[in-house]
């Protein structure tokens, strides 16, 4: 894998940027604590179209695809993403049934598609650098309630 660039971590160091104001950072609380919906109808009942958590799960969901993109296109050094943004990791696990069946329900496999392929090379990175690390990780994502 090439070094990392003064480029990575200038982008990287926008996309914490991004993460500080105030409606994301109000989002990704939000989505951590209560987003729990395993289909597009559970989390449509959960939280409708026109609410702030409706808007506050979409905004963390589309913010981590975004940045995932830059991974997946070749465009900022993978190792020194997931190094430093553990979170994604996080996000798509919570999200991930939901996202499976938000494409089912569209007929669309291509929403959060940067998400999802740049969290399976995550999960790669992490189970050959921190064995134990992903299951970790899972048992939090998803607690016993």
Same mark, same amino acid.
Do not use: C, G, S
């Given at each position: 894998m090439p070094q990392a660039t003064y480029q990575d971590a200038e982008l990287i160091l926008? /996309?914490?940027?991004?993460?500080? +104001? +105030?409606k994301l950072r109000a989002a990704r609380a939000w989505f951590t604590a209560?987003?729990?919906a395993q289909s597009v109808g559970e989390a449509m009942e959960k939280y409708p179209p026109g609410s702030e958590p409706?808007?506050? !799960?979409?905004?963390? /969901?589309s913010y981590w695809d975004m940045a995932a993109s830059f991974v997946a296109k070749g465009v900022l050094h993978e190792e020194l993403f997931f190094e430093n943004n553990s979170e994604m990791l996080f996000v798509w696990e919570r999200a991930r049934s939901f996202i499976e069946d938000f494409r089912r329900v569209r007929k669309?496999? /291509?929403?959060?598609?940067? /998400? +999802?392929?740049?969290? !399976?090379? !995550?999960?790669?990175?992490?189970?050959h650098n921190a064995p134990g690390a992903y299951e970790s990780l899972q048992a939090?994502?998803?607690p016993k309630r």
């Open positions: 926008k /996309l914490y940027d991004l993460r500080r +104001e +105030e209560n987003f729990f409706n808007a506050y !799960f979409r905004m963390v /969901l669309n496999p /291509l929403p959060y598609r940067n /998400l +999802e392929r740049t969290a !399976f090379r !995550f999960i790669q990175w992490m189970n939090m994502v998803h």
